[in-house]
């Protein structure tokens, strides 16, 4: 069953700005670090940015300043605000939800949603 769904990419201009969510089922929103995930055509899948269930977050090394990464315990959703976009954060963007299940890391993922930046 689908556990993760995203929203909010599209098309938008350099300098522009985007927010995305990710709406979790409660189990695994309660238990889990909380994160993004992207993919470029040819390029492997890189961290986004992560927030873990104490609100502790890190950030890739190309999006620190620009994004922010937040978590709504009542709505089981995580957001990524994304500012002053830049035509190389073109990407599939992924939500994942990763958790400990007897010493075992499990990571879901949601289905991607496409942010292109672009004029």
């Known amino acids: 069953q689908v556990q993760l769904v995203e929203s909010g990419g599209g098309l938008v201009q350099p300098g522009g700005s985007l927010r995305l969510s990710c709406a979790a089922s409660r189990t695994i929103f309660s238990s889990s670090a909380m994160g993004w995930y992207r993919q470029a055509p040819g390029k492997q899948r890189e961290l986004v940015a992560a927030i873990r269930r104490d609100g502790s977050t890190n950030y890739g090394d190309s999006v620190k300043g620009r994004f922010t990464i937040s978590r709504d315990n009542a709505k089981n959703t995580v957001y990524l605000q994304m500012i002053s976009l830049k035509p190389e954060d073109t990407a599939v963007y992924y939500c994942?939800?990763?958790?400990?299940?007897?010493?075992?890391?499990?990571?879901?993922w949601g289905q991607g949603t496409q942010v292109t930046v672009s004029s």
């Open positions: 994942n939800a990763a958790r400990l299940l007897l010493g075992n890391r499990i990571d879901y």
